[in-house]
Nanobody
Framework: QVQLTESGGSSVHAGDGLRLSCVANGRLIDRFARAWFRQAPGKERELVAVVTWDNRQKYYPDSVKGRFTLSTNNPANTIYLQMNNLKPEDTAVYYC?????????????????????WGQGTQVTVSS
């Protein structure tokens, strides 16, 4: 069993940066696809960053590309999300997630139902 725990959420101003962390306990996840999603009030949960199981590819949607960076510390079983130049529309609860399997298609990696493991979420609030 994998337990994911996020930290680092905060209230910041537009233009600020923030780094989120997600620590996995129970099992190594370095060969899992690992992702960050976010969910704003009244909206569906959406993918903001993912790294494939083999660490060969990362994907970011246009809304965060160039501002958000996913990184991993495999020995520490931790993934990070560095967020720069934050905007009010980035306000959401941010979740880390992990899935087994080698399907690295974007349709699979973007699908919340394809992830077996989720953290509890951490709130990020960006004020203008």
């Amino acid at each position: 069993q994998v337990q994911l725990t996020e930290s680092g959420g905060s209230s910041v101003h537009a233009g600020d940066g923030l780094r989120l962390s997600c620590v996995a306990n129970g099992r190594l996840i370095d060969r899992f696809a690992r992702a960050w999603f976010r969910q704003a009030p009244g909206k569906e949960r959406e993918l903001v960053a993912v790294v494939t199981w083999d660490n060969r590819q990362k994907y970011y949607p246009d809304s965060v590309k160039g501002r958000f960076t996913l990184s991993t510390n495999n020995p520490a079983n931790t993934i990070y999300l560095q967020m720069n130049n934050l905007k009010p529309e980035d306000t959401a609860v941010y979740y880390c997630a992990a899935r087994q399997g080698r399907d690295s298609s974007l349709s699979t990696l973007s699908d919340t139902t394809r992830y077996e493991h989720w953290g509890q979420g951490t709130q990020v609030t960006v004020s203008s």
